[in-house]
């Protein structure tokens, strides 16, 4: 005949060691390993639920010892939670987590209810004030750990604004250096414009401009942070056709050597809107060689303007590859591209200059038929200004 063995005794010795496990716990996990190893040893017909006060609300954390019962799936109060016990013929006793004289939590005690005899909650009152100290001291690394990673976040952007800072400096003095180039090529065309013979002259006027708005744009990175704007940054009325006609004059080498290219032009009169030449030249500049690059077996370039209601708008068309619809919103973001040549910043750059000047920039697109990109821009109003196109100075080809 065999008899089971009788549970282990509360002594000081197993005590000491159950308080020893406790404060080593590594982890919930680990405190929730030691807890059920110790009371399923010293009190094998007990159930220990675990709850720790949060915020001012208190959630189960730890359920062991005896389980032949699982816990509700959501359990949000202790109260609830006892009387549940209570309905499935539990019988139940609460040890209080205290320390310092403020409360971390509780333990629910339950036990089936099998005869009168009172449970010995001596051991489990003896290293309720460990496990509370243990939840404090989880709850103090767990936020220095946060704390930590947060400062190591912090650190790291602050690292790369100061590379940040450091590339900004170097672009600076860069911008400063080149500007000075540009200075040096707008005198040397200016130079040359004076002795040329005549079939020079459209051609030294084109880097003459190319060399202002070169100069411009430099100019524009270095006051970037200024609050007032230059005399330069100031807007004026222009036409939409003359822009176009520069922005397809300066980007001739690009597609005029290109026989399998046919650039087709329609400049219909619009009225001026506002804006500083050089920044809406840009632009252009920008969607022409954008749809050139778009043809690499060759194709029709458009350009057209025209106006609707109170805006000019300015329309660039390829017969090129196309943009995948899934693409189509992440074009104007930065860094993003489809060429692997490309910086991504093209586009980007673009919608900010256009929308800077109250405009809207978009773009339609059917993979392998090619893409329309349309500026749209507020008239300016000014009455004194021609609303007659220039004459292009060279046929398309």
């Given amino acids: 005949m065999t008899s089971e063995s009788p549970p282990l005794p509360s002594s000081p010795a197993n005590v000491s060691t159950i308080l020893h ?6 982890d919930i996990r680990g405190l929730a390993d030691v807890l059920h190893d110790a009371i399923t040893h010293a009190l094998p017909e007990i159930r220990v639920d675990l709850f720790v006060l949060d915020e001012s609300a208190e959630h189960l954390l ?52 099998i005869d009168n005899r009172r449970r010995d909650l001596t051991m489990l009152n003896q290293i309720a004030p460990i496990v509370g100290l243990w939840l404090v001291a989880h709850r103090r690394l767990t936020s220095i750990d946060a704390h930590r990673e947060e400062l190591r976040t912090t650190q790291e952007r602050l690292r790369q604004i100061e590379e940040m800072r450091l590339r900004a400096t170097l672009a600076a003095g860069a911008a400063h250096d080149i500007g000075n180039l540009f200075a040096s090529v707008l005198g040397h065309a200016q130079l040359l414009q004076q002795n040329a013979p005549s079939h020079l002259q459209d051609d030294l006027r084109t880097i ?32 939409l056709p003359a822009l176009v ?31 500083h030449p050089a920044d809406l030249r840009e632009v252009l500049i920008n969607l022409i060689l954008n749809g050139v690059a778009a043809m690499p077996e060759g194709g029709t370039l458009t350009v057209r303007t025209y106006s609707t209601g109170e805006r000019a708008v300015v329309e660039i068309s390829d017969t090129g590859i196309g943009i995948a619809p899934a693409h189509q919103s992440a074009i104007f973001q930065p860094f993003v591209t489809n060429r692997s040549t490309g910086s991504g910043l093209g586009l980007s750059i673009s919608r900010t200059i256009v ?8 773009v339609a697109s059917t993979p392998g ?13 000014i009455a004194d200004v021609t609303l007659e196109p220039p004459a292009l100075r060279y046929a398309a080809s």
């Fill in 62 to 113: 730890i359920t062991c010892g005896k389980q032949d019962l699982p816990a509700p799936s959501a359990v949000h109060c202790i109260s609830p939670f006892i009387a549940w016990l209570q309905q499935h013929g539990y019988q139940t006793d609460i040890v209080p987590l205290t320390v310092a004289d403020q409360l971390q939590g509780r333990m629910v005690v339950s036990q089936r209810v």
């Fill in 369 to 381: 038929q090619g893409a329309t990109f349309t500026i749209s821009l507020p008239l300016a109003h």
């Fill in 245 to 275: 006609h520069d922005a397809l004059r300066l980007t001739q080498p690009f597609w005029r050597t290109r026989r399998s290219v046919k650039v087709n032009i329609a400049l219909a009169p619009v009225p001026p809107v506002r804006g």
């Fill in 355 to 362: 929308e800077s000047y109250g405009g809207v920039i978009s």
């Fill in 208 to 239: 003459e401009q190319a060399a202002r708005d070169g100069h411009y744009l430099l100019r524009r990175l270095l006051t970037i942070r200024s609050t007032t704007p230059s005399i330069e940054a100031t807007t004026s009325p222009v036409l």
């Fill in 21 to 26: 496990r406790i404060v080593n716990a590594p």
